[in-house]
């Protein structure tokens, strides 16, 4: 596996022994913590507020000084927040990006300031990967790929077309882009499936809705099958389904992404079919990163989370033993 030290754990330390010599400022002053600035993406659905909670408990420990930012899915707000805490010389930034693209100069910056970054949950695109320390997250091409197989598993007595409708995640956003292209990669093989109404609902439930419904405008009753590319979207286009008088779960078959307590909740109403595991709890695994990238110690580049996949059968045991 590829290893990657950051020189700069080492500036870190050294900084640190500096400001124990001259009373130092900025986050120097707290000698013997990890400064860390955190730029959360939002609070757009229940996987985040899992993701949000589980890194506030890891990095809320005795060794860490939190600087949290929420950006309200905005990248400018990030930008700022990253700038912000350039400025306020934190030993560490991470962040999980809004979108993939754009972030080119203010890595930079933090770069030339001598701050390590570590992604979180999502990635970045950008010409050269030594702008960031490591990225822990989900393959969400593979959860892409897992949704389309639970669909072909599931549609094997259908001779007929199976005519889907796809709730995008955030434009632009890694796990939009990648599990779309996860779920082509496995459908686009059997002719049987045409994706025929494809759009963002933001990865919420008002936007998974509002979708949902221009969706059944449009295309009436000839809706085989949703990919919601996460939970929040697919439980508000049940609404949406049930509001237009169809059954979601059997009229509609539904397969979507996260895995959160609502899913299961609805797959035990019988309304959801199939929830594809991203898992959101990866607060000390990345406590730990931080510690190693501070002290300079070698990182992996890329970190994977572990996952599955559940069905409707599965709900009913899961549910009580579901931790977000
Ligand atoms: O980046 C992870 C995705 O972001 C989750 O699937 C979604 O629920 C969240 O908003």
Not at 98 to 104: F, K, N, T, Y
Not at 243 to 249: D, N
Not at 275 to 301: H, M, S, W, Y
């Amino acid at each position: 596996m590829k290893q990657n030290v950051w020189v700069l754990g080492a500036s870190w330390l050294l900084s640190l022994a500096l400001a124990g010599c001259s009373g130092g400022g900025g986050a120097a002053a707290d000698a013997g913590r990890i400064t860390v600035g955190f730029s959360q993406v939002g609070a757009e659905s229940e996987w985040r507020t899992a993701n949000t909670a589980s890194v506030k408990q890891a990095l809320g420990g005795a060794d860490f000084k939190l600087k949290f930012s929420d950006a309200q899915q905005k990248q400018e707000n990030q930008i700022k927040a990253l700038r912000s805490f350039i400025a306020q010389r934190v030993n560490v930034i991470a962040f999980s990006p809004v979108v993939e693209s754009g972030w080119e100069t203010v890595l930079r910056e933090a770069k030339a300031a001598n701050i390590p970054v570590v992604l979180t949950d999502r990635a970045v695109k950008v010409s050269d990967d030594s702008l960031y320390a490591t990225l822990i997250g989900s393959d969400f091409v593979e959860e892409g790929r897992r949704a389309g197989r639970w669909l072909l598993d599931d549609s094997k007595q259908v001779t007929g077309p199976v005519r889907i409708v796809e709730l995008q995640g955030t434009v632009g956003s890694a796990p939009a882009i990648d599990r779309m292209k996860g779920f082509h990669e496995v459908i686009d093989a059997d002719k049987r499936f045409q994706v025929v109404r494809s759009q963002s609902g933001d990865f919420t439930r008002a936007k998974g809705k509002e979708v949902m419904e221009a969706f059944l405008k449009a295309e009436g009753r000839n809706i085989d099958v949703l990919f919601a590319h996460n939970d929040d979207m697919a439980i508000g286009a049940i609404q949406a389904i049930e509001e237009a008088g169809l059954k979601p779960g059997q009229d509609i078959r539904i397969v979507s992404i996260d895995g959160v307590r609502g899913a299961f909740e609805a797959m035990k109403a019988g309304k959801l079919n199939a929830t594809v595991e991203c898992n959101p709890l990866f607060g000390e695994q990345l406590a730990q990163l931080i510690r190693d990238v501070a002290a300079g110690k070698p990182v992996p580049k890329r970190v994977q989370v572990q996952e599955g996949v559940f069905t409707r059968d599965q709900a009913e045991a899961e549910l009580p033993k579901r931790k977000y």
